[in-house]
């Protein structure tokens, strides 16, 4: 059932049906949902496991995504939102609040965190940042402003093409450093050497574009440099950090909820938010590692009630993946 949810997309209503007339068995969703819940609670000190390792870099990529949710005695749905958590190499985590204030993210990121947040230009984020006395460095997304200048490609075809092409240069060298598996210190001095002077080169045409007057700030072109320049600082953070990526791909561990939200439409109620938070961050940590998260779960769920604290680090889909290697290893000799 955990699985057909949250890894298949199946709303609980469709496994009843499934249920019923495929196989002749009745069970309510409202039972479902009930061992939904008992399995998180079950499941929360891996989810809490994965988190703290996502946190623990001192580098993590955020975004969120809106979900709805019951709102008991309205008859209507509002808006919470899954807050992604990304360590790049590493798992997403998965946070439910019910706004997007910046408290949520006092409640997300350690007292204690100090790095660097990769994130877009959401005001929560500096409003965030700006209350961690100098411990936190933001850095922006270079496909967010990418995509800026994408929406004004139309109305400015010249000037927003070659923006784009600049960018491009700039993916260009970053794909040739994934390609040999450059580590931070050679991202960096190479960025240094390559990519600061098409920065560069972009900032100066911006900066030109939106003296010059030529630009309607309300067009979609001006709305692209104002974006770009306000984000400058943080955009060209990656130029200083090897370690960080140039754009933010938590954006696309959040694909699958956006997937299944067209077919579960939205969470039944508040406090299942959080619940959906930690089965889709243990069932993207299984996908990210080719592991069968219905193998994974049917064994961990079953070795749960006689673990310790202590060995929950022993279960996590890091270590069963890296058990299940050895396994097959063993075998082969």
Known sequence: IIVAKYCDHLPLYRQEQIYATRHDIAIPRQSMARWLGLAADWLRPIYEHIHTGVMAGGYVQIDETPVEYLSPGNGQTKQGYLWACKRPGSDVSFTWATSRAA???????????????????????????NRSEGRITLAACWAHARRKFHEALEAAPQQAGWLLLQIQHLYRIEKQLREIKAGPQQRQAVRASQSRMITDRIHRALTRLKHSRRVLPQSAMGRAIDYTLTMWSMLTVYLEDGRVEIDNPACGTIRPTAIGKKNWLFIGEAEAGQRSAILFTIIEACRSRGIDPQTYLREVLTKLPTLTNKQIKDVTPAAWAKSQQNVHQRKAA
Not at 103 to 129: H, K, M, N, W
């Open 103 to 129: 408290a949520c993210l006092e409640r997300i990121i350690p007292a204690d965190f100090t790095g660097t947040v990769q994130c877009d230009g959401y005001a929560a984020y500096p409003s965030f940042a």
